[in-house]
T-cell receptor, first 112, second 110 residues
Framework: KAGVTQTPRYLIKTRGQQVTLSCSPISGHRSVSWYQQTPGQGLQFLFEYFSETQRNKGNFPGRFSGRQFSNSRSEMNVSTLELGDSALYLC???????????FGSGTRLTVV | AQRVTQPEKLLSVFKGAPVELKCNYSYSGSPELFWYVQYSRQRLQLLLRHISRESIKGFTADLNKGETSFHLKKPFAQEEDSAMYYCALSAPYNTDKLIFGTGTRLQVFP
């Protein structure tokens, strides 16, 4: 079966712009989580969606937002980009918590 | 606060040597613990979860609630085990879905 698909793979944006990243979970998975990975902070949880509802949210500013559609596909949006937002953004989907999470390859965002 | 600590950034061993990647956590309840692995140029993938008590690629990990540890072990390391290993915690009512440690890079030399 197809894995978790994230698009685009790479993105370069300038400060102040906004960006939207997309994630298609494994078929049948209704939970989608987003993580930011940086060399300095490691992997940090952004938010999680389940059945189109945000179920959990990490400690990130309001510039980071997301949503989930009825087909479980999810998008995350970052507005007013800052240099520090440069990171690898990972999406993970899960059938349920006890089975762990399957990660996508990520979107590498560079803010210049 | 919930936290996962991986004290070693880098662990280097020779092929055939035993490996132990340390992971300690802080959580007052009953968390679920995972090990994820990221091979070079590949995506992060689940290696082990404590509830399944399984051995994957020769790796095992036992949850020690007394010591709040979930160390990853393999008796004989292989070169293909070289990768970045992350310990992660998931807890009920935890607003952070998965809390990751900072990772340990395992290098296995021939």
């Amino acid at each position: 079966k197809a894995g978790v698909t994230q698009t685009p793979r790479y993105l370069i944006k300038t400060r102040g712009q906004q960006v939207t990243l997309s994630c298609s979970p494994i078929s049948g998975h209704r939970s989608v989580s987003w993580y930011q990975q940086t060399p300095g902070q490691g992997l940090q949880f952004l938010f999680e969606y389940f059945s189109e509802t945000q179920r959990n949210k990490g400690n990130f500013p309001g510039r980071f937002s997301g949503r989930q559609f009825s087909n479980s596909r999810s998008e995350m949006n970052v507005s007013t980009l800052e240099l520090g937002d440069s990171a690898l953004y990972l999406c993970a989907s899960s059938l349920d918590d006890s089975n762990g999470y399957t990660f996508g390859s990520g979107t590498r965002l560079t803010v210049v | 606060a919930q936290r996962v600590t991986q004290p070693e950034k880098l662990l280097s061993v020779f092929k055939g040597a035993p490996v132990e990647l340390k992971c300690n956590y802080s959580y007052s309840g009953s968390p679920e613990l995972f090990w994820y692995v990221q091979y070079s140029r590949q995506r992060l993938q689940l290696l082990l979860r404590h509830i399944s008590r399984e051995s994957i690629k020769g790796f095992t990990a036992d949850l020690n609630k007394g010591e709040t540890s979930f160390h990853l072990k393999k008796p004989f390391a292989q070169e293909e085990d070289s990768a970045m290993y992350y310990c992660a915690l998931s807890a009920p009512y935890n607003t952070d879905k998965l809390i990751f440690g900072t990772g340990t890079r395992l290098q296995v030399f021939p």
